[in-house]
């Protein structure tokens, strides 16, 4: 038993040797993406974003030649929630898709919300599309230009009942014929 644990502790310390980062290289990563776990999914292309209260998944898929479907779902956790972009009136901190004016791509039409929140009356605010399940938001975009680029956006968002503004960052690149998304380094 004793050679047993000894050649296992031998074992997982030269696992642990050959790790390609070492523990201040981790702690730095975290810090410089606020300590939220930015990462790929099984799709290589796919922007994760591990919060407490939420994970966004953000994808491009082509659709034809030059459309692309930006599809975000939000998977909800503990009970948070925000405030979904079909709500009527004007809310700071409503579920925004932000992509700055180009030349170089262009959102086409309104961002489809499934399921659909409804209205529900809230105690301050009067009535409100609160979005309290999980959800996929799909904005279609058009390609303007042959020439390759990188575009910056932001997912923003209040996630309650943390109350806070959430700005998920990103980039749209689009390199020989296709579009991705990418993390944005800040």
Do not use: W
């Not at 040797?17 to 993406?33: F, G």
């Not at 479907?69 to 009527?88: E, G, H, R, T, W």
């Amino acid at each position: 038993m004793n050679n047993s644990l000894f050649y296992g502790l031998v074992l997982l310390s030269f696992n642990y040797n050959c790790t390609k980062m070492n523990s201040q290289e981790i702690a730095s990563v975290a810090t410089m993406r606020d300590s939220v776990y930015v990462g790929p999914t099984h799709f290589s292309d796919d922007l994760v974003r591990d919060d407490a209260l939420y994970i966004s998944t953000i994808r491009v898929d082509k659709r034809q030649n030059d459309e692309y479907v930006l599809s975000v779902q939000m998977n909800l956790k503990k009970d948070a929630y925000f405030i979904s972009p079909n709500a009527k009136r004007a809310f700071s901190g409503k579920f925004t898709l932000v992509l700055p004016d180009s030349t170089k791509i262009a959102t086409n039409g309104a961002i489809s919300e499934t399921p659909l929140s409804k209205e529900e009356r809230d105690k301050g605010e009067g009535l409100v599309n609160f979005v309290r399940r999980n959800t996929h938001y799909k904005q279609s975009l058009k390609v303007l230009t042959n020439e390759n680029f990188e575009v910056n956006g932001h997912i923003q968002f209040t996630i309650e009942p943390r109350c806070t503004l959430e700005k998920i960052p990103f980039i749209l690149s689009y390199v020989d014929g296709k579009l991705s998304v990418k993390m944005d380094g800040c």
